[in-house]
Nanobody
Framework: QVQLVESGGGLVQAGGSLRLSCAASGRSGSTYIMGWFRQAPGKEREFVAAITRITGSTIYADSVKGRFTISRDNPTKTLYLQVNTLKPEDTAVYYC?????????????????WGQGTQVTVSS
């Protein structure tokens, strides 16, 4: 099992920044892809970004390219999401997820482990 705990969410004005963190514990060595998803009020959960645990390759949703940066620190088993130039439409609960797949995937069902989420609210 892998446990994931997010932190770093909060209330921020449009144009502001936050750094979300996700601490992994347990058998995290079995996971190769780490990702962030988000769910806005009344909407389905959507893919935001993913990174390979070993090589550090990344992919992003078009809506966040150039504004969000995903990174990981393997020694501390921590995943990050730097979110810049925030917009009100970025308001959502942000979830950290981990997959045992060895290739990139943006499909939620391919992710085996999930955190409880952290709320990001962007005011206009």
């Amino acid at each position: 099992q892998v446990q994931l705990v997010e932190s770093g969410g909060g209330l921020v004005q449009a144009g502001g920044s936050l750094r979300l963190s996700c601490a992994a514990s347990g058998r995290s060595g079995s996971t190769y892809i780490m990702g962030w998803f988000r769910q806005a009020p009344g909407k389905e959960r959507e893919f935001v970004a993913a990174i390979t645990r070993i090589t550090g390759s990344t992919i992003y949703a078009d809506s966040v390219k150039g504004r969000f940066t995903i990174s990981r620190d393997n020694p501390t088993k921590t995943l990050y999401l730097q979110v810049n130039t925030l917009k009100p439409e970025d308001t959502a609960v942000y979830y950290c997820a981990a997959s045992t797949r060895v290739s990139f995937t943006t499909t939620q069902t391919d992710y085996n482990f999930w955190g409880q989420g952290t709320q990001v609210t962007v005011s206009s």
